[in-house]
């Protein structure tokens, strides 16, 4: 069973890794980049990742439900046959 400490390491380097990719992984055709660069494209990209960010809230929210629950359920376990 992983410790509750290296689980909380392993999180905390994915998140590390997931946020120090290159400047190239974001890139876009000449096009695209040239009209988001501009003042209007700016807003429409804040919109965009505010956007991201609400649709990530749903699915974020039921995993950390259902993980809880069965880390609930499972320490509950732990207890009634120890």
């Known amino acids: 069973m992983i410790g509750r400490g290296r689980l909380i390491l392993g999180v905390l380097v994915a998140l ?6 290159p400047e190239s992984a ?6 695209c980049r040239r009209a988001l660069s501009s003042p209007e494209g700016q807003q429409l990209v ?3 990742r505010s956007g991201i960010l609400f649709l ?3 699915p974020i929210a039921s995993f950390v439900t259902v993980a809880f629950l069965a880390v609930r359920r499972q320490r509950r376990r732990r207890t009634t046959s120890a």
């Open 16 to 21: 590390v890794l997931t946020g120090a990719g």
């Open 26 to 31: 974001t890139a876009q055709c000449a096009m």
């Open 46 to 48: 804040a919109a965009f």
């Open 56 to 58: 990530l809230a749903a």
